[in-house]
């Protein structure tokens, strides 16, 4: 691969393209309904020439997939690696060595069977879509990955060549990662809210049911009302046992076989039944660790950690989604303390990010007042004056819902509270469950203080601390303290001898 | 587990005495440029115009369509709305702008704004990627510009500085671009911010 004329990859590359160009087409949705629905319009009338059709679709996709892998050419050189694609628009893509963040691959149960993965390259320039190398040997990729060791990383020196397992993922904890997706709960929320709408059909289905049951059995007809309120109950259980066992397939599918493990100075974690991925994070680009705790697995004493790397993403807007961040689906307690010790190293020893910590400083109970005035109060009192105008005094039952907006507020503020060293800064918040994240002061990018006329008369303020990851807001802190951090913030940013990408 | 900066040729960082941190509330802060107020009332009447417009035709077509007679009620409301929109416009800036401001620092670059919400950003210039000047055909007509300097990740990370002068908008682009080479270049950190702060505040 030293040599200097352009490489192909493997011909198997062609299901990789293939892959990409049927993404393509699903992305532009409403192509794909317009053929979809003018298909429909023929198979009624000429059978024949829309098989034809569908045929003529499934060979263009071929040939452009061919024809992409064709033109799809890469080179190895001394400082970086090339990539030459494009069959009508031809794009060159530079990606040196020193800018390459991390190489995570793919490898599908087809690349599998044969031996062959596809490369994907974090850069931190907008590389975006396009560093990809797909279908190549891991070899290639073994000597890529120390071409890239090779390089002198000029913020971790002396890092240690050993490698060592972090974590593993067992078939219980993998179930665990299932049942604990608070997808899961939300979902089968919104099914016990549906469950009534179909009320109707269910006292249908019921009458048959009881009809049915009264000829052989007359005590259960006696128990008529009870039946009815079980067969919903029943029904709710199995559709959140549904939703449980498809979180845990899913689960599987992801992180079967998961494994964490630290090289030199480098994240890199494993996963997957079928498609197996693997990600590696270099250590000193993690920008923001975030611990989320939701009530299940508060409950089993789980975490699942994220750690976001200074993405190569758009420079205005949101993060992009399909950044390589480094996902640690479960993880203990001890576990969790050990991830954030390595993360930070030396810095942030201090701080723990485990939310349930006795050591978080809470935030100015003056935080429920703006939501419950907002929210609460003005809106119920104008529906209560609507209401009332118009259905007589029944309307004031709408002040009911300042109520619920207190308690809500009131929650969110008990699990607000922050924490910080001479590093690193901690934030704390959620409703139910607990959402930690966690940054060091020397990463940050920009630092704000703001102060609303309420926080102005209690001597208050809120602290933005805009990280290249996103940003973490400490709300109703004391003014004074406030000041203090974000001049600490801009001291520890402005003097830091270390890169902070 | 030697990994980390510990063993590195690393910066000291002896514990300093926070209450003898630089404060960023004791800065000199520098207004925004006078023909700011009347450059913003300019564009709020463009856009009030605008709307005046658009419900002037919508006053229009209602009184020209029978069937929309029902809805003929909402007309003097949008019309008074607008007024006392064009009138707060023209009021607004008077308040607002003169609470706006920046200051420049020998290691980063301050702006302050807001009347009820009031709020105050800083971005340190080594975390600067590059920062650019602009302005709309309006400011253009008042001789004014806007800098923005930009961070890494976010758009909510990015510090926008309204209402310059267009020289000195210019000015201190060039003095922060200047600064981000001067970090850059850990060597080098002669950049004079005395005298470039000097030619700022000119």
Known sequence: ?501 | MPRFPEDLPMFVNPEIPIDALPSADAVEWHALDARFVRCRQARNIVRTLILFAIIGVAHAVVANVPKLADVGWVLPWLWALSVVRLAWSVYWPVVDIPRRGYAVRDKDILYKAGVFWRSVSAVPYNRVQHAETGNSPIERRFGLARLTVFTAGTAAGDLRIDGLDEANAERLRIFVVGKVRGEDDLAATTVDAESAVGIVSA
């Open chain 1, 1 to 501: 691969m030293e040599a200097d004329d352009w490489l192909r990859t493997t011909p198997l590359a062609v299901f990789f393209f293939l892959g990409r160009t049927v993404k393509g087409l699903v992305k532009n949705f409403a192509n794909m309904a317009a053929s979809a629905a003018g298909l429909l319009i023929l198979i009624k009338q000429h059978v024949l020439i829309a098989a034809a059709g569908v045929v003529i679709g499934l060979v263009a996709l071929v040939v452009v997939a061919l024809l992409r892998y064709w033109f799809f050419q890469y080179r190895v050189e001394e400082n970086g690696v090339l990539v030459r694609q494009g069959v009508l628009k031809k794009t060159q893509l530079d990606m040196r060595f020193d800018r390459i963040q991390g190489i995570s691959t793919e490898q599908s149960l087809l690349y599998r069977v044969l031996g062959l993965v596809t490369v994907r390259f974090t850069t931190a320039g907008a590389a975006g879509d396009e560093g990809h190398l797909p279908a190549v040997t891991p070899e290639f990729v073994a000597r890529l990955r120390q071409r890239l060791d090779a390089q002198p990383a000029p913020q971790v020196a002396s890092s240690a060549d050993g490698t060592e397992t972090l974590l593993k993922l067992d078939g219980g904890e993998v179930t665990r990662i299932g049942l604990t997706d608070p997808r899961v709960l939300q979902f089968a929320l919104l099914g016990a809210a549906l469950t009534p709408a179909f009320g109707a059909e269910f006292e249908n289905a019921y009458k048959r049911a009881a009809d049915l049951a009264s000829e052989s059995l007359a005590v259960l007809a006696n128990l008529g009302p009870l039946l009815g309120v079980l067969t919903v109950v029943a029904l709710f259980l199995g559709i959140v046992l549904v939703f449980l066992l498809g979180s845990v397939v899913v689960a599987f599918l992801r992180y079967h076989d998961y494994e964490l493990r630290q090289e030199g100075s480098a994240f890199r974690a494993s996963a997957g039944l079928l498609t197996r991925k693997d990600v590696t994070v270099d250590v000193s680009k993690i920008q923001q660790l975030t611990v989320r705790q939701g009530l299940v697995m508060r409950w089993m004493q789980r975490h699942r950690v994220q750690a976001l790397p200074a993405s190569g993403g758009p420079a205005e807007g949101e993060v992009p989604d399909d950044v390589q961040k480094l996902v640690v689906p479960i993880a203990g307690a001890q576990t969790v303390e050990d991830l954030r010790a390595r993360v930070f190293g030396s810095e942030g020893r201090r701080v723990t990010v485990l939310p349930r910590d006795s050591r978080f400083a809470p935030v100015s109970p003056y935080a429920i007042w703006p939501p419950v005035l907002w929210v609460g109060v003005a809106p119920a009192v104008v529906a209560a004056a609507v209401v009332t105008t118009m259905f007589g005094s029944a309307g004031l039952a709408c002040l009911g819902w300042i109520v619920v907006v207190a308690a809500i507020a009131c929650q969110r503020w008990r699990r607000r509270g922050y924490l910080h060293d001479d590093d690193a800064l901690v934030f704390r918040s959620g409703f139910l469950g607990y959402r930690v994240e966690a940054a060091l002061f020397r990463k940050v990018q920009q630092v704000s203080v703001s102060q609303s006329p309420l926080q102005r008369r209690k001597n208050l303020a809120t602290v933005h601390v805009h990280l290249a990851t996103g940003s973490v807001t400490l709300p109703y802190i004391e003014c004074a303290t406030a000041k203090r951090l974000r001049d600490y913030i801009l001291y520890m940013a402005a003097s830091s001898r270390l890169a902070w990408h």
